[in-house]
T-cell receptor
């Protein structure tokens, strides 16, 4: 029940295209869903996050769509650029619980071809 | 503003030696988390600490691993008698004080290699 399932494992997108990464969770107590971007040899960087009181959040070219009833959320990268090539991790957390541990998905390796 | 700082960035240890990984959180943050990333895998939670207290160590192996976050100084993740399976990237994250603080900011990691 603590798992977060992420797909696809890898993704190749042409420059200017839309990248879509999906995650699903089981624990309905989760109420904070961040996405992290990680470049090789670097630490994960917080990209964008959503709480379940909204169905969509947009920051620049990055959008999170959230479907509470389906227990799914996704990251959309519009106008994908070669500089977006990185590994993306979704995660989930229960705010205000006994612990603030993030449960991570397994990651998606995105390659944006020029 | 300095982010989360970790040192060393790379650490090589022979089997049986001890590894000490240090983490200085964002200034003003008093919540620290350690995560481990095995090659080609996602990040796994290890331990959550506040100043002088371990809040959740459910992800820590029962033996050889320990963590502390003293009143003064950085958080330390200590691995005794390292084995090859301990080779991984270890990331520290910190979050702000206060109830409901949950945004976690990660450091650059320490890449441990056990030979």
């Amino acid at each position: 029940q603590q798992q977060v399932k992420q797909s696809p494992q890898s993704l190749i997108v042409q420059k200017g295209g839309i990248s879509i990464i999906n995650c699903a969770y089981e624990n309905t107590a989760f109420d904070y869903f961040p996405w992290y971007q990680q470049f090789p040899g670097k630490g994960p960087a917080l990209l964008i996050a959503i709480r379940p009181d909204v169905s969509e959040k947009k920051e620049g070219r990055f959008t999170i769509s959230f479907n509470k009833s389906a227990k799914q959320f996704s990251l959309h990268i519009m106008d994908s650029q070669p500089g977006d090539s990185a590994t993306y991790f979704c995660a989930a957390l229960r705010v205000g619980g006994a612990t603030n541990k993030l449960i991570f998905g397994t990651g998606t390796l995105l390659a944006v071809q020029p | 503003n300095a982010g989360v700082m970790q040192n060393p960035r790379h650490l090589v240890r022979r089997r049986g030696q001890e590894a000490r990984l240090r983490c200085s959180p964002v200034k003003g943050h008093s919540h620290v988390y350690w995560y481990r990333q095995l090659p080609e895998e996602g990040l796994k939670f290890m331990v959550y600490l506040q100043k002088e207290n371990i809040i959740d160590e459910s992800g820590m192996p029962k033996e050889r691993f320990s963590a502390e976050f003293p009143k003064e100084g950085p958080s330390i993740l200590r691995i005794q008698q390292v084995v090859r399976g301990d080779s991984a990237a270890y990331f520290c994250a910190s979050s702000p004080n206060g109830g409901g603080s949950y945004e976690q900011y990660f450091g650059p990691g320490t890449r441990l290699t056990v030979t």
